[in-house]
């Protein structure tokens, strides 16, 4: 705990930046591999449909923990700011 004690507000700033872009870019990831594996169902071979599931599901969920990590950080940057 003392390391993020010694970092500077901006630093989480920083931080929370990148996982907000990051949380955005990993939602359409997950949104261009859904609708790509919707839409192309029935032309798909059972491995690509593994992966695209794979690959819509997961990005959804790192979007989800990304967004949580950016509020987290965000909270904590705010928090350094203001005491």
Do not use: D, K
Request: hydrophobic share 60%; proline share 1%.
């Amino acid at each position: 705990m003392e390391l993020l004690g010694n970092l500077p507000w901006w630093a989480f700033a920083a931080a929370a930046l990148a996982c907000g872009l990051g949380a955005a870019a990993s939602g359409f990831l997950g949104l261009s591999a859904g609708t790509a594996y919707g839409r192309s169902f029935h032309e798909l071979s059972q491995t690509q449909r593994r992966m695209a599931r794979i690959v819509a599901v997961g990005s959804m969920l790192a979007a989800v923990l990304l967004s949580l990590f950016a509020t987290a950080f965000t909270a904590w940057a705010l928090h350094l700011l203001t005491t």
